[in-house]
Each structure stands twice: as structure tokens, then as C-alpha cells.
């Protein structure tokens, strides 16, 4: 009995034991039950708010801080700024200045909910004109209901809180609510913020379910952005060993433009804040091992030491992924993006038939925003005077033809072009016009010096008599021409042998004539006529350019050659083509021109018999209403200017003022002289084939002595040497022999490659300019005053060459010519990747614009908000376009044929940066399996990728990386992202035997190395301190600025300024502190100046060039500085030309973005091809629970992780990727689809 006893109590106990687990599993599977709806609700509310393309997700510490709490709680925004590439630019700061759309940071983007539980209630509908959102996309009601914040105080959490702790609430404005620890020990190991809050450590409020009884559910969840962190799978360029050693090295050249991969390796090995703290360096194998990696967990089976991997990791738990990918989408106006890698290449239906075209190639049709003739950005709506009403905009057929012109690599041409004409409005500017060429970017030297001087001489009728021989009767009196010009090769490749001609107009008065007087009186007759500078040789009702021609040879990277008259040809008459060669200045060579004799007939004036011992004089004169007066000086102290051009060498009188080429624009006739853009086929219409023109280079005020020449008794004097001189030179940056001015001479010093472009096409005074052409200087004056002829100092080892970059002198260092390599064409095996490597293209018409328009956006001083005397009102729109004339500006030709003035800059980007890409495929043939930017992963093989159209829909960009991120230490690794490239820049087609530090190169191929006091060549390198700075700096500027919403809006300077980083003084303050004065990343560049203790600059002012190169400021009236009244009456803002309210070194330095300086385009062009405005993956981490209905005690935890993916496919796929949605559809309110790639069960040790 007692054993049936013992066995039924047995039998009860098992009982009861199996009724508790069973009990016990129910609850357990109810919890994970609640984790699996709150994934189910989180993938909702992400398709909901992060679905469509015009969406951007932030973590809570861009706007709250790097200290707050709930630190990486994840933000979506739209734009409350309408979405239109179409709208005019003068519309476009309207909004973007308006505070009711704008935030304090200048950004337009609207909080639309925070991706975490308990913001299931917020009211929003995505609904297109009938719900929350307007017609083209943008915001018109942000939410006011969010229910949860970030803001909120987190009660009970310690970095020892463990998952399973229920004692955790949040309190914010909406009261007190139960909260989950979804991120805590075992995930991350966090710093502690000022409150003892470990800041790393997500907390997430719970969301009850109701029973019957009460509570009886909760669940909790929070979304983690992928796309905020680096990638941590993608190998180093070259460590592939499928591939062959030719294919490596391709990989590895790519590669030091563009960034194939995140470099792990420079993120800090804790968290230290100190920027030159342990790094995870060794521990991180950058090698092909990586791409193994599945979990970021892993990354330590492929490190040398896992233990310390795996605490290294923790640290980093916020800021690495393996599984970022993007969707090639605009998240500016929506829809997929257009593929330049197929758009630029040649166009079949051009008929071209030169080496690049390619055939079969895709052809924009008149309605594409492509076609050839189509603009880069919208015109004014009331730009309609000028030349033409587009004159000065750039075509698709310019950016076109600069992608589509290809170095060569190989052969007897390898890293040679020949000279290509530049063509902007000349195909249809004049009717009938029969020279019409194509718009062409252009590639020719720059003409940076031309001096012209001139002494009176004799041409001896009998013979040739010895030096010193007075004069006899017959012989005749002749102005003797001096030419000297110097040519600059600004790019990184040769230019090939070719003719040119170059041209001088001097306006003003510029007329000579002779005097003379019989022995011992003063008694002084005019005896010649008038000989006028600009009507030589002598056409009574035309006014020429003095033009020589110029036999030039390879001019070789960077170079300046100077031309002058050989010796041999001293003494031949003046036929505008005589020929100057690369020679050293030759001061005693000369060509003549005739006196003519002041009677009916006008024969050359000759010495009359009896007349030999008087004494003659040569006096600068003008004719004017009928008046002849004479002067010490040209000019006389009114104004005048040089104009110089350089072009083909035509053969007739092509350069021929024409008063009836286009009466219709009234008086203005004399100015088409002087228009580039003027062709047609000289008869009378001149054709003008110019490569460049620089324009209304004032000489006011010459000096001059009176005479101008000996009054002594004449002698023949075949070496004589000029007496006057008119001189006309780039300023460049000032430095020796171009700064040492004489009092006649005005210049405005600028930051001339920043804020200007040397190889414009047409330099001169603008409509928002008065007194100077900035890029240019000139002076007249007599040589025995100091106005040399020859402005510059000479190499003694190569004394046929000047210099560039600083000014003209040979290098005070080694006495050697110093070559200037700014600009660059793509080779001929070499691939686009970003957006940024457009730099290049000479998009930039006149020399007001920026040298390296796209990529860059530094505020044009000609753009500012400043009141002056001459332009008391500022017109809608000022910050981006202008159409208005300050009242007092002269009306040169120039300005007459512009009809508006553009922030070219921002108005490219703004085009460029979220509507197109470059896929790297090519555009005709095969496609390969693997396209040259690694990156780019095949979505869908059935679509075809050389339909640029389609080709977004078929990839996606791994470890595409947000602007808006916030971690420093994945801005880190994505700045470093050719850290260890085994390439060796000097050889590019040779395997190396180093590795370079992070690079930055203006050029594909340089020139050169990366020592810094080099500037004018080579590339740019920053070590991992450097890196550190630049990336911390950048979260900073992230944080003044944004959230941005769109890739250009990253890029382009703010439009309105945030007034919680300007000091208000419009005298001090740094540089980086106006955020309406240039982009992001140029602020965070240009935020540490010198390296110091802990600081460690990029561009360092204490590095020798820098700390000699001369600011662009001052103010004087001698002619030595910038004018003040320019800024006072309006024309310039002293802080945009300087950089800020204080000039600081090397910001405000004239040579400011010479190669060695890096700038914003030299980043974007490295990493720009990886960066986007948005983030498509996502990992879901949530929790549920199951609690005690009566005692409300948790019974029961469950914890899951899902990763999702954002595809292009619409939610309803029956439509195709690239195509727009309909009105109202399912589609145009919840985008993209997200799909489920990961789904793992985590425990309490996993959080």
C-alpha cells in the first residue's frame, strides 16, 4: 500500500512538473509571439515612413547631441521644400531661407517619427495632395503627435542593467511609460554621458496588450540604421587572387581615385576620445579574407588576435555592418537614377566618327534633360538681354564632350592632347554663320603674359650702318613693336605642338606721334600723323588686335614657355604674322611699323635734307571731337584697358572691328571686337577662334616720362630696347615679381583658383564687377621708370621658361621655373566612378566662376547680401542668381553680354549629385560580371544595364554610407578607404612594394608626390590623425547643418545661415562659422587650420608654402591692395572673397585649392560614388513579454533580430522599378518594398 501510495505521489509530482513547463513554453511562445508582432509592427512603420525614395533617416544625436541619451534612436524625414529641378534659381532660396520650412541649421527636413516602439499612434498620412505630403513629394504637415521622443529621462539604467531588468521607465512630455533594455552590456561597451547614462545603450519604451484581465502582453522594438556604419566586407583593391596580376593592378589604380572599400583598421580600439588614441589597426586584416564576413561577430575569426578583436568590436557595435546596401534612388525628387556611365558616352546620332565615338552608343532624344543643347540648370526667367538668352550656361553637350575627350596612355601620343577650340553659343549666335563648331570644353594653354613694347627708330635707306650713326636724309622714322608672351599648360598631360596666334587691344589713349625741333630751340612741329596701337598696320576705319603668331612646341605638364622675336627676324616689317618662338626673351628683337607724314597723301615720314641734326621726340597723343592733345603717358590718367586673346591662326584680317555685324544691339557694336562667342566668315562677319580672352584689364594711370624718348640727336640703333611698355599678366597669387606693383597699377587680390577660373573662356569685367578684372593685372609706363618689359625672373638653367602657380619668377629655391598642373582629362582606360571626379570639366565660362565648379561650393563674393552705394537693393533670389548691374559699373562688352550672373557651383551640384551616377558599365560590348567599381552588386541579371535608364533598377552600392551618420568612427573608416593601397602613384601600370596612407588626388595620374610644400603637383596623402580630425570635424558639421535631405544638399553650401554658430561679429570669427559660405565638408576641412597639440589639420597653415603665401586682403589706396570702396559700394562681400569675417591662414591664402590643398571635391571625388542620402537597410531588434494579469509580474522574455532590406521594386511590383507611379497608387505613398534577408532568436546574453 505504501509503495501505491509512493507511486501515485510520484505520479503527481511529474504531473504537476510537466503542467509547469507546459505552462511555462505557452508563456515563453506568447512572448515571442508579442517580439514577433512588434517586428511585424516595425516593418510597417518603416515601409510607412522610409518607403519612398524621398525619405532620410538620422539618429537622434545629430539634432540632440553626442552626450543625450537614447542617442541612436533613428529619425525619418522628408522635405518640406518642393522637389522641382526645373524651378528657376531665383526661386529656389525662397525657400530655403524661409523659417517656416527651414530649421535653424538651414535644413528643410521634417521629423516625420521615430523608428522605435510607442510611435505607432503618430498621425501621418503619405498620402500625395489628399493626406500629409504635397505634389511634388515634400512636406506639407509634419507630425505634432509623435508620442515618443528621444528627449525623454531614462530612470534605473546603469551600465550593469541587465535585459532582463523590469524596473526601467522613460518619462518626456507625454508622461511616465514602462521601457525594455534592447542594447546594454553584452552588445556594446558604451562611454558614460554626463548623468552616468552609458549613451551606447538603447532603451525602448513598451507597448501594452490588453487581455481580459488586463496587461497580460508587451512588446518593445527600436530600428538600427545600417547604412549609418561602415562596411566591414569589403577587401582592399588588388587582394582578389582569382584575378590576374594585370587585373589587380587595374583594381589598385581604380582604386586611388575611388574608395572600394571602409577602412576598418583607423577606428579607435575604444573609447578613448583622443584622436590619436589606439586604433583596431592589425587586429583589422584588409585583405580578401574579409569578404567571409557575415556577421560583424566574425570579423574577429579573421583577426590575428580574436580576443582583443572581439572587445574591439564592442566598441564599435554602433558603427560597423556587414550588410549596408543601397538603392540607386534620388531621394530629392524621387525615382531611380540616370547612369552617366552610358548618358555622357558618345552620341551616335552626331555622326562623329574621331576615336571616340561609339558606336551603338545610347542617344539622348530633344526631350531627354541630357540632349546635347539642353542646359545644366535652369536659366533666370528674366535673363533675356545679353548675347544669347543662355549665354555663358553650360550644355550636356559640354559636359559631354569634356568626359568623351581621352588621354591616351600607350603609344607615341601617351599623355598627349592636341589643342581643342572651346565653343560656347557659336553654333547659331549669328545667322548664316558658316563656322559654327560644336560646344567643346576646350583644351589650349592659358596666355598669362603679354607684354608689348616700342621705341622710335630709323630705317636707314643706303645699306646697314653701324650702331651709333646719326641719321641722314631719306631715312625713315619707324615704331619698333616688342612682343613677349608666355604660355601656360594648367593640365596634368602634354599638350601637343601647334601654332597660335596671339592678340593685344589696347583702348584708351594709345596713339603716337613725332615732334621736331631745330637745334637748340624747343621749338616743336608735329611732323607724323597720329599712329593708333589699335589700327596697325594702318586701316583708317577698323581697329585691330596687334597680333603675332607664336610657333609653339609640346608645351609639357604644367609648364610656361616664352615667346619672343629671334634675332634673326629683328627688323622685319609688322604683318600680324610674324612669328615669336620659345626662346629667352630676346629685348633688343623687334618688328616695325612706319611713321606716315602728317600731308595729303600721307607717305612715310622720312628725315628731310638739312633736317639731320634736329632733334626729334616721340609723344604719346590723342585725337578726340577734333582736339589733339598730348601727354607724358598713355592714358593720361583716365581710364583704359588691355585685352588680350589667344586663338587659331587665321590668315586675313579676321580680327577687323565690324560696326554692322548685329545692329540690333544699338551702340553696342564696338564691344563685338571683343566677343568669343562672335563667328561667321569674314566677310564681313569675323570669325573668332579663340581659345581664351581676357578682357578690360585696367591700366589707369601709366607713367611715363616726357618725351617718351631721347630728345637727342638721332643715331641708327639696331640693338635698342623698348622705351615703353604695355604689359598685361595673370595675377596668380601675387608672389615675387607680380607683387612688387608700381602705383599705377590696380589689382584685387582674390583666392584665384577658389573663386576663379584662369582657362575660362572669357575673363574680364563682369556685370557684377566695376573696376578690375581679377585674375588679371596690367600696367603702360616707361621702362626707365621701372615698367619693365620683361616683369619676371628668369631660370638661369632654362631661361625659355617662366613659372605658374605663385607668379612668373623662377623658384627663389633652386632658381628652376616653377609648373603648375591644375587641371585634368580623363585617360583613356580609365573609368568615372563619382560625381566629384567632374571637378575637371571646364563647365566654368567666365573667369568670375570657380575653377573646379561641381563638387565644390565656396559662396561667390559677387553674390553676397552687403548694401553698398552703387547696389542699394538686393533682388529675389541674390544668393544663387543676379540679373541686376550695380548702377555705377561700366558697361563694358562684357557685361553687355551677359545677361546674368549664376552660383554655378551650387546650381551643378543641385543638377547633378541626386539625379545621376556613374554604374561603370560600359557603354557598348559586353558586360562584364564584375564592373569596375567593385561596389556595385547585380540586383536583377534580366535587366539590361546599358539602358541608362534601367540599369539603377538591376544594382545596388554595398556599403552605400549615410551623410547624415553621426559616428566618427565610420566617417573614419569611409574617409580611409585606400588606407594600405599597395600603389605607387609615379608608375601606375607597376605593381608596388608600399602602401599609401589614405590619398586624396586632384589628378588620376600625377605629377609628383605628396610633399605638401610642393603645391602645384602631385597629390595629397592624410595620416590616421589627420583622418580622425577630418572625421570628427565633419559630425560636427552634420550636426550645425543638418539633417540634409538629399546628396546635393550635402554637398552645396547652406542658403541660410544658422545663427547658433556665428559669433555676430561681422569683424572675428572663424572661417567655418557661415554656413551660407561653403559645403559641409570644406567647413570641416578648413575647421582646424594648425596642427597642435591634439589637433591635427589637414591643409596646415604652419607648412611652409602656406605660412609665405599671401591672404587675400588689405585695403589701400596706392594701388598695392584691394580697394575698400569695392566692397563699400556693393560690388564684392569682404567676407565671401576672404573666406570669413577674420582672414585665417590657409583659408583665406590667394593659392587656396592648388593640388596640395585639399578641398570638398577632392574628398567627394574619392568617396562621393558611396555616399547617399538615405539608408535601405535596416536590422529590427525587438522584445515581447508576457506578464502575470494578476500579480503583473513578467513571466516570460523573447528577443528577436531581423534584417531588412529596401529593394527598387515597388511595394506593387507591377510597375517597373524606373518608372514614376501613378497619382494616389499604393506605390506613390509607400515606395520601395523592404524584405526580410536575416532573422536570428537572440537570448539575454546577446543584449
Known amino acids: 500500500m505504501a509503495f501505491v501510495l509512493l507511486l501515485l505521489l510520484s505520479m503527481t509530482s511529474l504531473v504537476q512538473v510537466e503542467s509547469r513547463s507546459s505552462a511555462s513554453a505557452l508563456k515563453q511562445m506568447r512572448a515571442e509571439q508579442n517580439a ?133 521607465t522613460m518619462t518626456d512630455a507625454s508622461g511616465t511609460t514602462t521601457a525594455r533594455l534592447l542594447v546594454g552590456q553584452n552588445s556594446v561597451i558604451s562611454p558614460l554621458n554626463s548623468a552616468g547614462i552609458p549613451v551606447e545603450y538603447v532603451v525602448a519604451p513598451t507597448v501594452d496588450i490588453q487581455g481580459n484581465d488586463g496587461v497580460a502582453n508587451r512588446y518593445a522594438w527600436w530600428v538600427s540604421d545600417e547604412g549609418m556604419k561602415a562596411r566591414v566586407n569589403l577587401p582592399i583593391a588588388g587582394s582578389d587572387s582569382s584575378l590576374s596580376a594585370a587585373e589587380k593592378q587595374k583594381q589598385r589604380r581604380d582604386a586611388f581615385s575611388n574608395s ?56 564599435r557595435f554602433h558603427d560597423l555592418t556587414t550588410n549596408s546596401l543601397s538603392v540607386l534612388s534620388d531621394t530629392y525628387a524621387g525615382g531611380l537614377k ?121 630705317n636707314p635707306q643706303a645699306g646697314n650702318p653701324s650702331a651709333g650713326i646719326v641719321a641722314v636724309a631719306g631715312d625713315e622714322f619707324e615704331l619698333k613693336l616688342y612682343p613677349l608672351v608666355v604660355l601656360w599648360n594648367p593640365y596634368n598631360f602634354t599638350i601637343k605642338a601647334s601654332q597660335y596666334e596671339a592678340g593685344m587691344y589696347a583702348s584708351g589713349h594709345t596713339n603716337v606721334s613725332i615732334s621736331k625741333a631745330p ?82 597723301g600721307h607717305p612715310n615720314l622720312a628725315i628731310k635734307p638739312g633736317e639731320e641734326d634736329f632733334r626729334y621726340k616721340l609723344n604719346p597723343a590723342s585725337f578726340v ?16 584697358s588691355v585685352n588680350l586673346y589667344l586663338g587659331e591662326p587665321v590668315d586675313y584680317s579676321v580680327l577687323e572691328e565690324n560696326y554692322l555685324l548685329d545692329p540690333g544691339r544699338g551702340g553696342d557694336g564696338k564691344g563685338q571686337l571683343l566677343n568669343p562667342s562672335r563667328s561667321g566668315d569674314n566677310s564681313p562677319i569675323p570669325d573668332r577662334r579663340w581659345y581664351n580672352t581676357h578682357q578690360a584689364i585696367g591700366w589707369d594711370n601709366s607713367v611715363g616720362t616726357d618725351p617718351l624718348q631721347s630728345t637727342d640727336l638721332l643715331t641708327y640703333e639696331p640693338d635698342e630696347e623698348p622705351v615703353y611698355a604695355f604689359l598685361a599678366q595673370a595675377l596668380f597669387s601675387g608672389a615675387g615679381s607680380n607683387a612688387r606693383f608700381n602705383t599705377n597699377q590696380f589689382m584685387f587680390t582674390t583666392r584665384w583658383i577658389a573663386q576663379g577660373n584662369m582657362r575660362a573662356t572669357r575673363t574680364g569685367r563682369s556685370m557684377r564687377d566695376s573696376n578690375f578684372n581679377v585674375l588679371y593685372i596690367a600696367t603702360a609706363g616707361s621702362t626707365s621708370l621701372n615698367v619693365n618689359w620683361q616683369k619676371f625672373t628668369l631660370s638661369q638653367a632654362e631661361s625659355e621658361r617662366a613659372s605658374a602657380g605663385s607668379g612668373h619668377d623662377a623658384s627663389a629655391v633652386d632658381n ?94 543641385r543638377t547633378l549629385w541626386d539625379q545621376y551616377y556613374f554604374s561603370t558599365v560600359p557603354a557598348t560590348g559586353a558586360v562584364p560580371d564584375s564592373l569596375a567599381n567593385p561596389r556595385y552588386l547585380r540586383n536583377d541579371p534580366s535587366i539590361d544595364l546599358q539602358d541608362p535608364d534601367k540599369s539603377a533598377s538591376a544594382l545596388m552600392m554595398a556599403g552605400g554610407f549615410n551623410i547624415n551618420s553621426t559616428s566618427e568612427q565610420a566617417w573614419r573608416a569611409v574617409l580611409g578607404g585606400s588606407n594600405q593601397l599597395s600603389y605607387d602613384p609615379a608608375n601606375p601600370d607597376a605593381a608596388a612594394t608600399t602602401s599609401l596612407n589614405p590619398s586624396f588626388p586632384r589628378h588620376a595620374r600625377p605629377s609628383g608626390d605628396d610633399d605638401v610644400d610642393d603645391p602645384w603637383k602631385g597629390y595629397r596623402t592624410l595620416d590616421e590623425n589627420q583622418i580622425a580630425q577630418l572625421a570628427r570635424n565633419i559630425v560636427t558639421e552634420i550636426r550645425n547643418r543638418g539633417p540634409f535631405v538629399s546628396v546635393a544638399d550635402f554637398v552645396n553650401r547652406r542658403l541660410y545661415d544658422n545663427p ?104 567627394l571625388a574619392k568617396i562621393g560614388a558611396g555616399l547617399t542620402a538615405r539608408s535601405d537597410t535596416f536590422t529590427i531588434r525587438t522584445y515581447g513579454e508576457t506578464v502575470n494579469p494578476v500579480t503583473q509580474k513578467v513571466d516570460a522574455h523573447a528577443w528577436c533580430e531581423a534584417v531588412v532590406q529596401r529593394l527598387p521594386e515597388y511595394v506593387d511590383d507591377s510597375i517597373d522599378p524606373e518608372d514614376s507611379p501613378p497619382p494616389g497608387s499604393i506605390n506613390q505613398k509607400f515606395g520601395r518594398q523592404f524584405k526580410i534577408i536575416s532573422f536570428q532568436w537572440l537570448s539575454s546574453n546577446d543584449i
Open 338 to 458: 540616370r547612369d552617366l556611365s552610358i548618358l555622357l558616352a558618345r552620341d551616335p546620332s552626331s555622326g562623329n566618327t574621331t576615336d571616340n565615338y561609339v558606336p551603338n552608343a545610347y542617344a539622348a532624344e530633344p526631350s531627354d534633360p541630357t540632349f546635347d543643347t539642353n542646359t545644366l540648370w535652369v536659366r533666370h526667367s528674366d535673363a533675356i538681354d545679353g548675347f544669347t538668352e543662355n549665354y555663358g550656361m553650360p550644355t550636356w553637350k559640354h559636359l559631354r564632350t569634356y568626359y568623351q575627350t581621352r588621354v591616351p596612355t600607350t603609344g607615341g601620343d601617351a599623355y598627349k592632347l592636341d589643342p581643342i577650340l572651346p565653343a560656347h553659343d557659336k553654333s547659331n549666335a549669328v545667322p548664316g554663320n558658316v563656322n559654327g563648331v560644336e560646344d567643346h570644353v576646350g583644351v589650349a594653354p592659358i596666355i598669362t603674359y603679354y607684354s608689348m613694347g616700342f621705341a622710335m627708330g630709323l
Open 36 to 168: 514577433l508582432l512588434a517586428l511585424d509592427i516595425a516593418i510597417g512603420q518603416l515601409q510607412k515612413y522610409a518607403g519612398p525614395d524621398q525619405r532620410t533617416t538620422a539618429r537622434a544625436n545629430l539634432t540632440n547631441g553626442s552626450d543625450a541619451a537614447n542617442a541612436q534612436w533613428i529619425g525619418v524625414y522628408g522635405s518640406a521644400a518642393r522637389a522641382d529641378y526645373a524651378a528657376p534659381p531665383e526661386t529656389i532660396p525662397s525657400e530655403l531661407t524661409d523659417t517656416n520650412i527651414v530649421s535653424p541649421t538651414g535644413s528643410p527636413a521634417q521629423l516625420l517619427n521615430w523608428l522605435v516602439s510607442g510611435s505607432e499612434t503618430t498621425s501621418f498620412s503619405p498620402a500625395w495632395v489628399s493626406g500629409d505630403v504635397g505634389d511634388m513629394g515634400q512636406i506639407l504637415n509634419a507630425p505634432d503627435d509623435i508620442k515618443v521622443t528621444p528627449n525623454g529621462a531614462i530612470d534605473g539604467l546603469t551600465a550593469a542593467t541587465a535585459a532582463t531588468d523590469t524596473t526601467l
Open 816 to 909: 628652376a621655373p616653377v609648373d603648375a598642373m591644375l587641371f585634368d582629362f580623363p585617360y583613356e582606360d580609365q573609368d568615372l566612378f563619382s560625381i566629384g571626379q567632374l571637378q575637371h570639366a571646364n563647365l566654368s565660362f567666365y573667369g568670375d566662376y570657380p575653377a573646379y565648379p561641381i563638387g565644390n561650393s565656396i559662396a561667390d563674393y559677387h553674390l553676397h547680401s552687403q548694401i553698398g552705394s552703387q547696389s542699394p537693393n538686393l533682388p529675389v533670389g541674390h544668393q544663387l542668381v543676379r540679373i541686376d548691374k550695380p548702377s555705377g559699373a561700366n558697361n563694358t562688352p562684357f557685361k553687355k553680354d551677359m545677361n546674368a550672373y549664376y552660383d554655378i557651383s551650387y546650381l551643378l551640384n
Open 260 to 315: 572600394p572599400r571602409e577602412a576598418i583598421e583607423l577606428m579607435a580600439l575604444n573609447s578613448d576620445p583622443a584622436l590619436d588614441a589606439p586604433r583596431i589597426d592589425t587586429l583589422y586584416p584588409a585583405d580578401e579574407s574579409v569578404t567571409s564576413i557575415i556577421t560583424p561577430n566574425q570579423t574577429a575569426l579573421r583577426s590575428s588576435d580574436s580576443d582583443a578583436m572581439s572587445e574591439a568590436l564592442k566598441y
Open 1060 to 1163: 547658433n554658430t556665428d559669433d555676430g561679429s561681422s569683424t572675428t570669427g572663424d572661417s567655418w562659422e557661415h554656413e551660407d559660405f561653403k559645403g559641409a565638408l570644406q567647413a570641416a576641412i578648413d575647421r582646424t587650420e594648425t596642427t597642435s597639440a591634439g589637433n591635427f589639420a589637414a591643409n596646415d597653415a604652419n607648412d611652409t608654402f602656406w605660412s609665405t603665401d599671401e591672404m587675400a586682403t588689405g585695403s589701400g589706396s596706392d594701388g598695392r591692395h584691394n580697394q575698400g570702396t569695392q566692397y563699400s559700394m556693393g560690388y564684392y562681400g569682404k567676407a565671401m572673397l576672404e573666406g570669413g569675417d577674420t582672414p585665417t591662414k590657409p583659408t583665406s591664402n590667394r593659392a587656396i585649392f592648388a593640388p596640395k590643398h585639399i578641398t570638398q571635391a577632392d574628398i
Open 625 to 640: 571731337g577734333g582736339s589733339k592733345t598730348y601727354y607724358s603717358a598713355f592714358a593720361n590718367g583716365s581710364g583704359a
Open 519 to 600: 637745334p637748340g630751340t624747343d621749338d616743336w612741329t608735329e611732323v607724323s600723323d597720329l599712329l593708333k596701337f589699335t589700327r596697325l598696320p594702318g586701316t583708317p576705319n577698323k581697329n585691330n588686335f596687334t597680333r603675332f603668331r607664336l610657333n609653339c612646341p609640346d608645351i609639357p605638364p604644367g609648364e610656361s614657355l616664352i615667346f619672343s622675336l629671334p634675332y634673326t627676324s629683328s627688323g622685319d616689317a609688322y604683318n600680324q604674322q610674324n612669328m615669336l618662338e620659345n626662346i629667352e626673351p630676346e629685348s633688343t628683337a623687334y618688328v616695325t611699323v612706319p611713321f606716315t607724314e602728317y600731308i595729303p
